[in-house]
């Protein structure tokens, strides 16, 4: 039986999943990734060379699980934004910038002179932001901008020339257009450097002897473009109605909703990613479970949440944050976390902020609708908070639309399934 493989990579670790052709998980590995290197506050870089390298031990284990089954394709999602510039040959000429660098907050000034009203790049932590600043170390204008899942996608088959039209949008790809736009050549940036972009799921070539004898798969299997590591967790989801959304409820918490039309604001961090003929609406908030695991441990919760009131709100009105500053569904760099009071029982305080962070997705959901978005029909619950069952109540009474835990989590199911799209349609 066929098998189709997704790899994950993160921010701390790399996944693989294997399914059959019903969509049926038979195999997975996985293997952590060291932490990003931080040299400086705002900035988060990683060796590409780690990638490769956990990449291999990973492929190396599922192709033995699979060992009696035939691999029809692989697909890779990543990080979003993780940029690097290499040679021609994929040669890393620069360490990796991750997601969360704002080491191009230097370049927002150019920036706000050329790109267009709303478009994505407008960040410090945008693609074409890190791009024009990796560029300014270089001694050579020979080299090419990859985004993390590109450079994997390219050390898997040989052929550097390609990326998805999600990882592309904030490095200034039209998705209405489908085109790279003129107004890029104004920063010195040409086609000469900028991946070929195909649409999600596209094969773009097949293993290559080098990746065949570094995994111990089988030279020639179909190499399928990937995704980021959100889209790949909302298609894991198994949404396919406009309308229909998922919260992603890990460190922070990330809103994705099926649109019939594209919403792009980025003085609230609204962008859209095309999905064939129709359009993934995305923001995301600071606010999230690192706030709660900065005061509770993941014991004390577990402890703690059966005891929870939904029912019986606690009237706390807070803003969880870990410092100041919110994205959305509030764009404001000095926005303050709302923590007081606290009351002296630890579970009214953790159901406060539990109560917190669901109106935050509620006002998030309200904001995607202004902006153009549908309105929730239903919403799926991914990540870390998506099986504690209270929450669950507390965020469905105040969206007032069914919330359920998707019955996959994993972002490699959804790219695994990219994988399967890519050959067989």
Not at 65 to 72: H, P, Q, R, W
Not at 287 to 303: I, R
Not at 309 to 317: I, R, V, Y
Not at 330 to 341: E, V
């Amino acid at each position: 039986m066929k098998r189709y493989i997704g790899i994950d990579l993160g921010t701390s670790g790399c996944r693989a999943i294997a399914i059959d052709d019903t969509g049926t998980l038979r195999a997975s590995a996985s293997r952590p990734l060291p932490s990003p290197e931080k040299p400086q506050t705002h900035q988060r870089r990683q060796d590409p060379e780690t990638w490769w390298r956990t990449l291999v031990e990973v492929l190396t284990e599922i192709g033995r699980a699979c060992s009696d089954n035939t691999i029809a394709a692989i697909a890779v999602d990543g990080t979003s934004s993780t940029l690097l510039l290499s040679d021609h040959q994929g040669k890393p000429l620069t360490p990796a910038l991750m997601y969360n660098d704002s080491s191009g907050k230097g370049q927002l000034g150019l920036l706000n002179t050329v790109a267009p009203e709303g478009s994505p790049v407008l960040s410090a932590s945008s693609s074409l932001a890190k791009l024009l600043h990796l560029r300014q170390s270089l001694s050579t204008d020979r080299y090419l901008v990859r985004h993390q899942a590109d450079w994997i996608l390219g050390r898997l088959c040989g052929d550097y020339r390609y990326s998805d039209e999600h990882n592309v949008l904030k490095l200034g790809y039209d998705p209405i257009q489908r085109q790279w736009p003129p107004w890029l050549t104004e920063l010195q940036v040409d086609g000469e450097v900028l991946p070929s972009v195909v649409p999600c799921a596209t094969m773009i070539g097949e293993l290559c002897r080098q990746a065949a004898e570094a995994t111990g798969l089988p030279q020639g299997i179909p190499i399928v473009a990937g995704t980021t590591d959100g889209n790949a967790a909302f298609l894991a989801t198994g949404a396919n109605e406009i309308g229909e959304a998922v919260s992603s409820l890990g460190s922070t918490l990330v809103l994705k909703i099926l649109a019939d039309k594209p919403v792009f604001a980025a003085e609230f961090g609204v962008y859209s990613h095309r999905l064939g003929d129709r359009w993934l609406v995305s923001g995301a908030s600071n606010s999230g479970g690192a706030v709660l695991t900065s005061y509770f441990s993941n014991e004390e919760m577990a402890h703690m949440t059966p005891e929870l009131q939904p029912e019986q709100p606690t009237g706390l009105d807070y803003y969880p944050l870990l410092s100041p500053g919110e994205r959305f569904p509030h764009n404001d760099a000095g926005y303050q976390p709302r923590l007081q009071p606290r009351p002296a029982d630890d579970r009214r305080f953790f159901q406060g902020m539990l109560e917190g962070i669901a109106a935050i997705e509620a006002t998030g959901y309200r904001l995607l609708r202004q902006l153009g978005a549908p309105k929730p029909r239903c919403v799926y619950s991914i990540g870390g908070g998506a099986l504690n069952e209270p929450w669950r109540r507390i965020r469905q009474q105040l969206l007032s639309v069914p919330v359920i835990p998707a019955s996959q989590q994993e972002a490699a199911f959804g790219t695994a399934l990219l994988a399967m799209r890519g050959v067989d349609g």
